[in-house]
C-alpha cells in the first residue's frame, strides 16, 4: 500500500478542496455491502475517503465529489475491486495508494492501524504502545486519532477495541464492528467474538 503526501501541488488540500472550497477533481462510487453502502473517494490518484454507511443505514456521500461509475477512474475501480474482494472474504491486503489528510500523529497511528493483522484485533493502549508511545499518557490521544480515521476497512480502525475486550468507539455503530469483525474472524477461521 502507498502512502502519498497529504498535500498536492498546487495547494489542493487531500480531499481535494480548493481554497474556494469546491471538490475539484474529487469523485466517489458507492458500493453495496453486507454492512450497507460504502462509499469511497478517490482524488488525483489515490484514495482520500472510505466511509462506512451512517448509522440510519444512508450513504455518506457528502463532501466526497461527484459520483461516478468506478470504471471511469481506475484507482476508483481499484479500490471497489479490492473493497469487493474483501467483503467476499477473498482479501486480506489491500494494496492501494492512500492520501491521509491528518497531523503528523494521526497519520503515525493510522499506520500503525495498517499493521494490525487481518482477523485480530488490538487495544487503543497496545496500539500506542506499537507505534512506540506511551500508552499509559497517550491512549487517549491515539482513540482519538483512530477515531478521525477518514479510511475505514483499508486502514482498518474497526480492528481496535477496549482494553477489556470491549466494542468501544466506531462511528459507524457497534453493530458494523462487530460485522467487521466477525467477517475477518469467519475468514481466518478464528474462535467465536466474546462481544
Known amino acids: 500500500m502507498v502512502h502519498v503526501d497529504a498535500t498536492t501541488a498546487g495547494g489542493t488540500s487531500a480531499a481535494g478542496t480548493t481554497a474556494g472550497g469546491t471538490t475539484a477533481g474529487l469523485v466517489h462510487a458507492v458500493l453495496d455491502s453486507p454492512v450497507g453502502p460504502v462509499v469511497v473517494a478517490v ?4 484514495v482520500t475517503h472510505l466511509r462506512l454507511p451512517r448509522t ?14 468506478p470504471a471511469d477512474d481506475a484507482v476508483l475501480a481499484a479500490a471497489v475491486g479490492q473493497l469487493t474482494a474483501y467483503f467476499a472474504g477473498d482479501l486480506r491486503d489491500f494494496d492501494l495508494p492512500l492520501r491521509y489528510a491528518g497531523t503528523a500523529f494521526q497519520r503515525r497511528v493510522w499506520d500503525g492501524l495498517r499493521q494490525i493483522p487481518y482477523g485480530t484485533t488490538t487495544s ?3 496500539l500506542a504502545e506499537a507505534v512506540g508511545l506511551d500508552p ?4 487517549r490521544a491515539v482513540g482519538a486519532a483512530n477515531g478521525a480515521n477518514r479510511m475505514a476497512i483499508v486502514v482498518p480502525c474497526h480492528r481496535v477495541i477496549g482494553a ?4 468501544v468507539g466506531f462511528a459507524a455503530g457497534i453493530d458494523r464492528k462487530r460485522a467487521l469483525l466477525e467477517l475477518e474472524r469467519r475468514t481466518v477461521g ?6
Not at 136 to 139: E, I, S
Open 164 to 167: 477489556g475486550g470491549k466494542l
Open 190 to 195: 478464528g474462535p467465536d467474538l466474546l462481544f
Open 56 to 69: 440510519d443505514g444512508s450513504a455518506a456521500t457528502d463532501d466526497v465529489g461527484e459520483r461516478v461509475d
Open 136 to 139: 499509559r499518557t497517550t491512549a
Open 43 to 46: 482524488h488525483d490518484g489515490a
Open 124 to 126: 487503543y493502549g497496545a
